[in-house]
């Protein structure tokens, strides 16, 4: 029944991405016409059927791989505003649930990609005409070999971030950078017990960038209790619920600075994000 399911599913998200696919797609290509009104318009249009294709996807959920969402501290939201979302990182239905927890309760969710992303077939170009931005970071080998491949991370962040001062739009960042896993746990040493450590870097210069606008930051904790999710898991069924729990937190101009170029703002941001994730930590323990 499980593969039933799950053939099913997925035949009807595919379905549902090649639909809204076209429309998001001639939508940015309008947007490459240098007239700001026209770019506004198309920019608002694309984002309005993005929107229809998560609401499209959690009815898709419904009917083929129900589960049962526990959320909690959910406070009040607004969908004309800008906001920083945050979150743990498990598994790639964390984007999913993310989307259908959030969906119209905030502006549409922009995610941070790496740039290998944009050659994923339909998703890539659709994830181009809605503007998120694609990041190639550099390795710590490669700003050995080629110095002045330093700053680029923070001027793609800052490039991206120009295009969400026109309307309200929802920053997603993964503060671990990458999922969790118990490997990756054990390689790194993290402090935390259910949390890889966090960097502060994306999210630092995406207020850095955007602080003026940003109100809210919202904090975001996942907990899978039957196991962490696979994507055919959850398509096929498997997974029958999540928890999520969610706090607000306003932005204080202490959240604000120069991170790559005051030593002590670096310490001191490091400090409060670092203090947020053993928050998450303590969180995960009490969902357990």
């Known amino acids: 029944m499980s593969f039933f399911r799950s053939i099913f599913s997925l035949i009807f998200y595919c379905l549902n991405t090649l639909f809204w696919f076209v429309p998001i797609f001639i939508f940015g290509l309008i947007k490459l016409i240098p007239f700001k009104p026209l770019q506004t318009l198309f920019g608002v249009l694309a984002k309005s059927c993005a929107s229809n294709w998560v609401a499209t996807n959690s009815l898709i959920q419904n009917i083929f791989s129900p589960y049962k969402i526990e959320l909690t501290g959910l406070d009040a939201l ?11 990182h498990q598994s790639w239905v964390d984007i999913l649930v993310l989307q259908r927890v959030l969906h119209n309760r905030i502006p549409f969710l922009n995610f941070f990609l790496k740039k ?31 110095p002045k491949l330093k700053g680029k991370d923070i001027e793609t962040t800052r490039k991206a971030c120009e295009k969400f001062k026109t309307m309200p739009v929802s920053i997603v960042n993964f503060v671990e950078g990458t999922r969790f896993t118990s490997d990756k746990h054990t390689l790194q040493k993290s402090q935390f017990k259910n949390l890889l450590k966090p960097k502060a870097g994306g999210i630092a210069f995406v207020m850095q960038a955007m602080g003026e606008q940003i109100n809210q930051i919202v904090n975001v904790t996942i907990h899978y209790p039957d ?8 398509a096929s069924g498997k997974m029958k619920r999540v928890q999520v729990h969610v706090e607000t937190q306003s932005v204080d101009d202490k959240l604000i600075g ?18 947020l994730w053993e928050q998450k930590d303590a969180q995960l323990e009490k969902l357990k």
């Not at 607004?78 to 743990?88: C, F, P, T």
């Not at 077939?121 to 931005?133: H, Q, R, T």
């Not at 196991?227 to 959850?234: L, R």
Request: proline share 4%.
């Open 258 to 275: 120069d991170y790559s170029g005051d030593n002590q703002f670096r310490v001191q941001f490091q400090a409060k994000l670092n203090t």
């Open 116 to 146: 290998e992303l944009l050659y994923v077939p339909f998703l890539g170009l659709a994830w181009w005409a809605l503007d998120f931005p694609f990041m190639k970071r550099s390795s710590k080998s490669q700003l050995k070999k080629n």
């Open 78 to 88: 607004q969908r004309k505003d800008w906001y920083l979302v945050i979150a743990n």
């Open 227 to 234: 196991g962490i999710p696979t994507f055919m898991d959850f």
